[in-house]
């Protein structure tokens, strides 16, 4: 079965210090993978999707970026954080082309930014 | 492009009531669509979806039915119980074009009182 693993759960981090969080994928190839932001009692922002090593397409510019460097690792990074960039980070995978495949969620990461 | 809204929140219910969530949908193409549910501090999960006009979704007793004429998905349930408070979203996913993103709404809060 596919599991979808993402870490820290919880993070608190300072005005200007770098980010990192990863997302793992389990028990499928080749899957489409995404990173979204929640803010507090809001909607699902889309920041980046990725269909394959390399690949990474940006909906919303800003101080963060994406890489995927293996099939299924994906990764959320910023050289500097704001304050704006506190919220709910969830990771998901799909698979195949067409649009009635349903997302799988990771359990997200909540960053705190002070 | 492609959009989706829903009713805002939060709804408030007792226990046994009936539930109704709105969502309406606009598209290019034919979507397929979708409610997630989101748990207190977890990620998202399918709760049911449907890929072609007149399909009924249905899963854990909520049911939604795709109406292309008002290109409409509204959530039903029959009898809430307290644990189905969550925050509901509704999305869309066409596949023809960029069929690799899906599209949520802003997500319902309920509350179900005992």
């Known amino acids: 079965s596919q599991t979808i693993h993402q870490w820290p759960a919880t993070l608190v981090q300072p005005v200007g210090s770098p980010l990192s969080l990863e997302c793992t994928v389990e028990?499928?190839?080749?899957?489409?993978l995404y990173w979204y932001r929640q803010a507090a009692g809001r909607g699902l922002q889309l920041l980046f999707y990725?269909?394959?090593?390399?690949?990474i397409s940006s909906e919303v510019p800003q101080n963060l970026s994406a890489s995927r460097p293996q099939d299924r690792q994906f990764i959320l990074s910023s050289k500097k954080l704001l304050l704006s960039d506190s919220g709910f980070y969830l990771c998901?995978?799909?698979?195949?082309?067409?649009?009635?495949?349903?997302?799988?969620f990771g359990p997200g990461t909540r960053l705190t930014v002070l | 492009g492609d959009s989706v809204t829903q009713m805002e929140g939060p709804v408030t219910l007792s226990e046994e009531a009936f539930l109704t969530i709105n969502c309406t949908y606009t598209?290019?193409?034919?979507?397929?669509l979708f409610w997630y549910v989101q748990y207190p501090g977890e990620g998202l999960q399918l709760l049911l979806k449907a890929t072609k006009a007149d399909d009924k979704g249905s899963n854990k007793g909520f049911e939604a039915t795709y109406r292309k004429e008002t290109t409409s998905f509204h959530l039903e349930k029959g009898s809430v119980q307290v644990s189905d408070s969550a925050v509901y979203f509704c999305a869309l996913s066409d596949g023809n074009t960029g069929g690799f993103k899906t599209i949520f709404g802003a997500g319902t809060r309920l509350f179900v009182k005992a």
């Open positions: 598209a290019t193409g034919y979507p397929s």
């Open positions: 028990g499928t190839s080749n899957p489409n």
């Open positions: 990725s269909v394959g090593i390399g690949q």
């Open positions: 998901a995978w799909s698979v195949g082309l067409a649009g009635e495949n349903e997302q799988f």
